[in-house]
C-alpha cells in the first residue's frame, strides 16, 4: 500500500504495473497520477479519499531533518532533500520513538522539534 500524503490523502494498492512505470519515471506521483488517468478513460470517478491540504517543506528544510535523521541513527541514506519512502520511514520510526504524531510527514512541527533537541538519540 502506499500512501503518498501519509494520513493526508488517498492510499493505493501497488499492482505489477506500477514498477513498470516506475522504470520510467522513479516518482510515486507521476506513476499515481498516470494510472489514474488511465483509469479515468473507463470511470469518470475520481479519489474516494481526497488529497488534503498538505504544506510542503522547502529542500533545506528536509535535508535539515534527513540529517538529523542521520545523525540519531534513523537514517543511512543520501541527504537530497526529498520526502521518499525511506526518509518518511525513518522519520515514522523517529516520531514513535519521540512519542509525536505518528504519521510518517516531513512538517515543520516535527522539524521545530527537532531543533529543540528535545528528541531521543
Known sequence: ?????????????????????KEYNFSDLYVL????????????????TPWAH?????????????????KVGYYREKIDGKAGMKTRLALGVYQKANGLKLDCWPSAAVLDYMRTGMGKD
Do not use: W
Open 1 to 21: 500500500m502506499l500512501l503518498p500524503a501519509g494520513i493526508y490523502g488517498p492510499a493505493f494498492l501497488i499492482l505489477p504495473n506500477y514498477f513498470v512505470l
Open 33 to 48: 497520477f498516470v494510472g489514474q488517468l488511465s483509469d479515468r478513460i473507463l470511470d469518470q470517478r475520481g479519489f474516494e
Open 54 to 70: 498538505v504544506v510542503q517543506l522547502k529542500t533545506a528544510e528536509l535535508e535539515e531533518i534527513q540529517r538529523h535523521l542521520s
